[in-house]
């Protein structure tokens, strides 16, 4: 029973510790017999159901349509775009047996499906009257890490890709950017992360894409994270896999894609955003409990009617609202529902009743408040929590991005205060690796801001303004 | 432009063909490269969502909660269980190599979890507080089948699978029953698919488990198709695993487990029950789309205004419901949703507009009405389709459904007319396999209703009552 009383590393002494002892002492995973692959737990898969939900809607909003692609791709299939084998043929998982038979070609399983979607659609369009293709795929995707984290990094996880063919590069992009603000708008309303929004550097783009576009966000610790990539490919697939559309003038041409994607890295990013020292803190509008009734003793049979009223008001208000009547004691359950960062608690005891009110306990600041039981607006608080949050999250990113003039301020900044360095940057290769050689810190992405002065490694003008970071 | 216009093969003169017909005309799936693999589309996906939604709602009505597990089982992890591991291990995938390494033990992708549950399983319980575990997932399985149809039998596809832990036995076998009913439930009110519950037999139970419970259903063919099961394990895998809890005595005591499932197969049970000539027919319950608006001409203002008038009092019911503006003809849009199972058309063009009237066409019955634009139940009509659908089903599997005292006229049946064939049976294997070779057909189910004569192959006294039946 002593489980979530007992005290988690503190954040400030071991990031990392305290990080895994969320995931675990939250419930949200648990490690299974193999290597780098995650069980989600009840209360992890349903905040990833909450992320599916609204995402899920989203799309639909926006016409996409859901489909299932294989789970394995042929070798030959895999290699049908040079750039992108090159990226992902290291890290895939390899199938050479099935059944009792050894496998005339290998399949592997898929790292991300671009060469199915593209076979698809080779097969399937022929005219202009075929386009847009806006189609999405919620699945699992396995890549082969050497060194693996719960949600941040692992052999297989949980994602969604959309996949998307125009008749013009214009389209593509206006698509690529739509999803993309539809992943910045999903992280600061729903997740309470604040974003930025950039284009990844030739370097850092993905494998096979033209154009890569990025949300990053910023860390308790001060390290970035990349929370979403958006890319748009031009026809560069479309040639490889030939896919090809007569137009209005019965001319063939080839498609413009794209292709987006979100993971349940998104949970480790809430962890590491939101998370204190006594657990997980939930924003309100991706909690799967956003309110926890506990009575302070489940032994007095008025005590519990008046939190079974509290329970069937908040229920008929569409609030996610757990009542526990279990057997265990007030404090743990208390310890149990901050640790897995239940947004709100209402405590309700016999001398609440007496004055006909009950106790309001904010997880984000701790806040006690007493209300009276016909007058409260729960909605009300859930709605500044949620505003606290993300106002916190972005005074905390504020303070921690940081401008730098030349390499040695980018240097002493990280070696200080880990954060977003902008600075900016000349567009040359050498100067970016020079950074990441010097600093640790690699190009999260180019700012949709303009470049403002010199190169901060070669003091050459500057092409772009650069978001740097040390990062997950 | 033809596509659907097109005829598809007559069910009557070639019942498989006019299946893959149905399956690649309707939309519903596309072949890939990876043999065996099968390509969900947009419109099958969507049927399979729905799928999803209901029966997820039921789960959790019944206190269930989802997880994600791996995707891969490990060698010896597979091997725990004896006859689990002899009925899996020669139709499973073997991964060998990740990135450019030789794995030093080989992991095979999931043909179905109950040894990781099982795993889990014993990490986590430890007490009779830890229990009931009732845990759900939805997820993508790989069997290494040699020969495979859509939806019916491919090398992946999508389904659930349920798997609880139990303190008693009783409790594990109300679970099973539980399930099952769920699952028939689902089957004849949304599915409009009459199923038959019952009990495999030793032979044919699944690989592992105590007892297996099925539904089975009777397809358009007279042959019949296992729609669910659901299996008692008792606590052989308890055994296997060592999952092992506390009871309140103190004592250490071994779990009681279940575990149940259902597939796309269902979707495949669709088509096969309800489909016809002109192509898919969808029970209005799970139909993607319920109703297909369609405009005589999209020429006349006046005619596209009624029709969205039509089609916001259907949305506003919550009908889900389908405006056609597009260009192509209303005679090529009429064949289109009827090859796509759209259970009701209602078309509206200057004649109908005139009478202030539209009409309305069922998909089940071919059958038009004429109804007045203020004064029409949209839903009402939905329901008699829904109703006529389980109707038609089942006066179907009625009048093939044959009792047979004996194996000649158990084979003359069959040799006539394939169906159900309800024979009584002493349970000994050895006539449970000279019926499967002399006539082709398998134990379906054993019967919840009392055997009642003797052995339609040996003479003996009967144990049981059997549905025999060639199937899928």
Same mark, same amino acid.
């Given at each position: 029973?002593?489980?979530?009383?007992?005290?988690?590393?503190?954040?400030?002494?071991?990031?990392?510790?305290?990080?895994?002892?969320?995931?675990?002492?939250?419930? =949200?995973?648990?490690?299974?017999?193999?290597?780098?692959?995650?069980?989600?737990? $009840?209360?992890?898969?349903?905040?990833?159901?909450?992320?599916?939900?609204?995402?899920?809607?989203?799309?639909?909003?926006?016409?996409? +349509?859901?489909?299932?692609?294989?789970?394995?791709?042929?070798?030959?299939?895999?290699?049908?775009?040079?750039?992108?084998?090159?990226?992902?043929?290291?890290?895939?998982?390899?199938?050479?047996?099935?059944?009792?038979?050894?496998?005339?070609?290998?399949?592997?399983?898929?790292?991300?499906?671009?060469?199915?979607?593209?076979?698809?659609?080779?097969?399937?369009?022929?005219?202009?009257?075929?386009?847009?293709?806006?189609?999405?795929?919620?699945?699992?995707?396995?890549?082969?890490?050497?060194?693996?984290?719960?949600?941040?990094?692992?052999?297989?996880? =949980?994602?969604?890709?959309?996949?998307?063919?125009?008749?013009?590069?214009?389209?593509?992009?206006?698509?690529?950017?739509?999803?993309?603000?539809?992943?910045?708008?999903?992280?600061?309303?729903?997740?309470?992360?604040?974003?930025?929004?950039?284009?990844?550097?030739?370097?850092?783009?993905?494998?096979?894409?033209?154009?890569?576009?990025?949300?990053?966000?910023?860390?308790?610790?001060?390290?970035?994270?990349?929370?979403?990539?958006?890319?748009?490919?031009?026809?560069?697939?479309?040639?490889?896999?030939?896919?090809?559309?007569?137009?209005?003038?019965?001319?063939?041409?080839?498609?413009?894609?794209?292709?987006?994607?979100?993971?349940?890295?998104?949970?480790?990013?809430?962890?590491?955003?939101?998370?204190?020292?006594?657990?997980?803190? !939930?924003?309100?509008?991706?909690? $799967?409990?956003?309110?926890?009734?506990?009575?302070?003793?489940?032994?007095?049979?008025?005590?519990?009617?008046?939190?079974?009223?509290?329970?069937?008001?908040?229920?008929?208000? @569409?609030?996610?609202?757990?009542?526990?009547?279990?057997?265990?004691?007030?404090?743990?359950?208390?310890?149990?529902?901050?640790?897995?960062?239940?947004?709100?608690?209402?405590?309700?005891?016999?001398?609440?009743?007496?004055? @006909?009110?009950?106790?309001?306990?904010?997880?984000?600041?701790? +806040?006690?408040?007493?209300?009276?039981?016909? @007058?409260?607006?729960?909605?009300?608080?859930?709605?500044?929590?949620?505003?606290?949050?993300?106002?916190?999250? !972005?005074?905390?990113?504020?303070?921690?991005?940081?401008?730098? +003039?030349?390499?040695?301020?980018?240097?002493?900044? =990280?070696?200080?205060?880990?954060?977003?360095?902008?600075?900016?940057?000349?567009?040359?290769?050498?100067? +970016?690796?020079?950074?990441?050689?010097?600093?640790?810190?690699?190009?999260?992405?180019?700012?949709?801001?303009?470049?403002?002065?010199?190169?901060?490694?070669?003091?050459?003008?500057?092409?772009?303004?650069?978001?740097?970071?040390?990062?997950?």
């Amino acid at each position: 029973m002593k489980k979530y009383v007992e005290a988690i590393t503190d954040m400030d002494k071991d990031f990392a510790l305290w990080y895994t002892d969320i995931v675990k002492k939250a419930e =949200l995973i648990d490690y299974s017999s193999v290597r780098g692959c995650m069980i989600l737990k $009840p209360y992890g898969y349903a905040i990833w159901e909450r992320i599916q939900k609204i995402l899920d809607q989203k799309f639909k909003e926006t016409n996409h +349509e859901n489909v299932y692609m294989p789970i394995f791709i042929p070798e030959s299939l895999l290699q049908k775009e040079k750039e992108h084998v090159e990226g992902f043929a290291p890290e895939v998982a390899w199938v050479t047996h099935g059944g009792n038979e050894k496998l005339t070609e290998k399949l592997c399983v898929r790292p991300t499906s671009e060469t199915l979607f593209c076979e698809h659609y080779a097969n399937i369009i022929q005219s202009y009257r075929d386009l847009p293709k806006l189609y999405n795929q919620w699945c699992s995707v396995v890549r082969w890490e050497k060194t693996t984290r719960p949600f941040l990094r692992s052999l297989e996880f =949980l994602w969604q890709e959309g996949h998307t063919a125009h008749t013009t590069f214009e389209e593509a992009e206006q698509e690529t950017l739509k999803m993309l603000d539809i992943y910045a708008d999903f992280c600061e309303k729903i997740l309470a992360i604040p974003v930025i929004k950039g284009k990844k550097t030739e370097n850092e783009k993905f494998a096979g894409a033209l154009s890569t576009y990025t949300i990053e966000s910023l860390m308790h610790d001060g390290r970035a994270l990349q929370s979403g990539t958006s890319h748009n490919f031009g026809d560069g697939f479309a040639k490889a896999f030939d896919i090809q559309y007569t137009d209005k003038q019965n001319k063939l041409q080839y498609v413009y894609q794209t292709s987006w994607g979100i993971s349940t890295r998104l949970i480790g990013a809430i962890i590491m955003v939101h998370g204190d020292n006594n657990g997980l803190v !939930l924003p309100p509008n991706i909690a $799967p409990i956003q309110i926890a009734i506990i009575p302070i003793t489940t032994k007095k049979s008025e005590v519990i009617d008046a939190a079974k009223m509290i329970e069937a008001k908040l229920k008929s208000q @569409n609030l996610r609202t757990k009542l526990d009547l279990t057997d265990k004691s007030a404090g743990w359950k208390f310890s149990e529902y901050e640790m897995k960062g239940v947004p709100l608690r209402i405590e309700i005891g016999p001398r609440d009743l007496e004055n @006909n009110s009950a106790t309001f306990v904010r997880r984000d600041t701790n +806040e006690k408040i007493t209300l009276p039981l016909n @007058n409260f607006d729960a909605k009300e608080i859930l709605d500044a929590i949620q505003k606290n949050l993300f106002d916190k999250a !972005l005074a905390h990113r504020n303070k921690n991005t940081f401008n730098a +003039e030349n390499l040695e301020q980018l240097e002493k900044i =990280l070696s200080n205060t880990p954060g977003f360095i902008k600075a900016n940057w000349c567009g040359n290769l050498n100067c +970016e690796l020079a950074v990441k050689e010097k600093t640790g810190a690699t190009a999260r992405c180019i700012s949709f801001e303009p470049a403002n002065g010199k190169c901060v490694c070669c003091g050459k003008n500057a092409q772009h303004l650069v978001y740097w970071a040390k990062s997950y």
